[in-house]
Antibody, heavy 116, light 111 residues
Framework: EMQLVESGGGLVQPGRSLRLSCIGS????????MHWVRQAPGKGLVWVSR????????SYADSVKGRFTISRDNAKSTVYLQMNSLRVEDTGLYYC?????????WGQGTLVTVSS | EIVMTQAPLSSPVTLGQPASISCRSS???????????LSWLHQRPGQPPRLLIY???TRFSGVPDRFSGSGAGTDFTLRISRVEAEDVGVYYC????????FGQGTKVEIK
């Protein structure tokens, strides 16, 4: 099973930017759609964004559209989430997950805290 | 945006007894390709979610057969035939027919 490891989280002020990374352990990384899902402390799961296997198709939740950008580098087995104009409500644990119609494999998450 | 509504939000269960969770979508989850992208996930405290069921009723690799999924269109159900101690945690339904949406989660705990 492909392992996924997220990084790039941290404490950031409102209005600033952060880039998350997620690296996959398998050479077949390039075959899979990838997603970002976030979870605020003590709350439920919220789908954020997805990208298809070659990076040509991307989708976003309304709450992040225009502020977040998902991308991938299959040569590095890595998917990214560029987060701009961060808001307090963007705080949470950000997971990357592999899959198309279902999320089969998840990383451990990276924590993003947006606070002044 | 498709809204997913789960019930109940909390479910105290007795070990060895069955449990079921309902998930209702605000629109039909039948995709134009004919598939229904409704899945169920389980999250234990401090851990990432793990996939249990996909395409409404297909168990993911390694998932015990006490878990089953059913439903169609807008109404779906996850059933646990005999609850075991390791089944505690929060269960989420998720649709991926139109972007992605999760239900609010149902917390399963032992009485």
């Amino acid at each position: 099973e492909m392992q996924l490891v997220e990084s790039g989280g941290g404490l950031v002020q409102p209005g600033r930017s952060l880039r998350l990374s997620c690296i996959g352990s398998e050479l077949t990384f390039r075959n899979y759609w990838m997603h970002w899902v976030r979870q605020a402390p003590g709350k439920g799961l919220v789908w954020v964004s997805r990208i298809n296997s070659d990076g040509s198709l991307t989708s976003y939740a309304d709450s992040v559209k225009g502020r977040f950008t998902i991308s991938r580098d299959n040569a590095k087995s890595t998917v990214y989430l560029q987060m701009n104009s961060l808001r307090v409500e963007d705080t949470g644990l950000y997971y990357c997950a592999r899959g198309g119609g279902s999320l089969e494999s998840w990383g451990q998450g990276t924590l993003v805290t947006v606070s002044s | 945006e498709i809204v997913m509504t789960q019930a109940p939000l909390s479910s105290p269960v007795t070990l060895g007894q069955p449990a079921s969770i309902s998930c209702r979508s605000s629109e039909s989850l039948v995709h134009s390709d004919g598939n229904t992208y409704l899945s169920w996930l389980h999250q234990r405290p401090g851990q990432p979610p793990r996939l249990l069921i996909y395409l409404v009723s297909t168990r993911f690799s390694g998932v015990p057969d006490r878990f089953s999924g059913s439903g169609a269109g807008t109404d779906f159900t996850l059933r646990i035939s005999r609850v075991e101690a390791e089944d505690v945690g929060v269960y989420y339904c998720m649709q991926a027919t139109q972007l992605g949406t999760f239900g609010q989660g149902t917390k399963v705990e032992i009485k």
